[in-house]
């Protein structure tokens, strides 16, 4: 089954401790993203990668880093949490074949950061 | 910054209505996209219409797209309890590979 998949799902944390939220997708698809959503704001993009060993920052990137070292796998990095960073968080893939085209959306993962 | 804006943001109507949401951008695009959440859960792509196409239709679903407006609306006919849930539009804008969403449109459908 085609699918983008994220882990863990939910996850509570407190300030300044690492964590990564894993992201992976079966599709053999080039671009995938992260994105955060939050009440009364949208889906916003944090970081966005074309392809292998290719990332660049979104609109909200502060606070975040990512990877891209297989195609399957694009995993987020939080550092250092803070509690502004509790929200919701999604990863989407796409066949981008010259342009981002339907992108499909993991489950989600909900962070709380104490 | 928001690149789309959905309007209205939240919607109430009648089973067996239709509902009319609309997104307005800020600049030029490639493509502009609806997607449909059911209450925080993963993003479903619903329709994709170009920026050389003005209209576009899926089973009960109709995208307009008026490039000089710079806004697109999505129409669900003969709407159903199951329509209910959050619309969002989401545009490239030419020449990036960004992608942005706008705020979204609550759909309500009253049995």
């Known amino acids: 089954e085609a699918q983008v998949t994220q882990n863990p799902r939910y996850l509570i944390t407190v300030t300044g401790k690492k964590l990564t939220v894993t992201c992976s997708q079966n599709?053999?698809?080039?671009?995938m993203s992260w994105y955060r959503q939050d009440p009364g704001l949208g889906l916003r993009q944090i970081y966005y990668?074309?392809?292998?060993?290719?990332?660049d920052k979104g609109d909200v990137p502060e606070g975040y880093k990512v990877s891209r070292k297989e195609k399957r796998n694009f995993p987020l990095i939080l550092e250092s949490p803070s509690p502004n960073q509790t929200s919701l968080y999604f990863c989407?893939?796409?066949?981008?074949?010259?342009?981002?085209?339907?992108?499909?959306f993991g489950p989600g993962t909900r962070l709380l950061v104490l | 910054s928001q690149q789309g804006e959905e309007d209205p943001q939240a919607l109430s109507i009648q089973e067996g209505e239709n509902a009319t949401m609309n997104c307005s951008y800020k600049t030029s695009i490639n493509n502009l996209q609806w997607y449909r959440q059911n209450s925080g859960r993963g993003l479903v792509h619903l329709i994709l219409?170009?920026?050389?196409?003005r209209e576009k239709h899926s089973g009960r679903l109709r995208v307009t797209l008026d490039t000089s407006k710079k806004s697109s609306s999505l129409l669900i006919t003969a709407s159903r309890a199951a329509d209910t849930a959050s619309y969002f539009c989401a545009t490239e804008p030419g020449g990036y590979q960004k992608v942005t969403f706008g705020t979204g449109t609550k759909l309500q459908v009253i049995p």
């Open positions: 599709m053999n698809h080039e671009y």
């Open positions: 990668s074309m392809n292998v060993e290719v990332t």
């Open positions: 219409i170009r920026s050389n196409e």
């Open positions: 989407a893939s796409s066949l981008r074949e010259g342009r981002v085209e339907t992108q499909y």
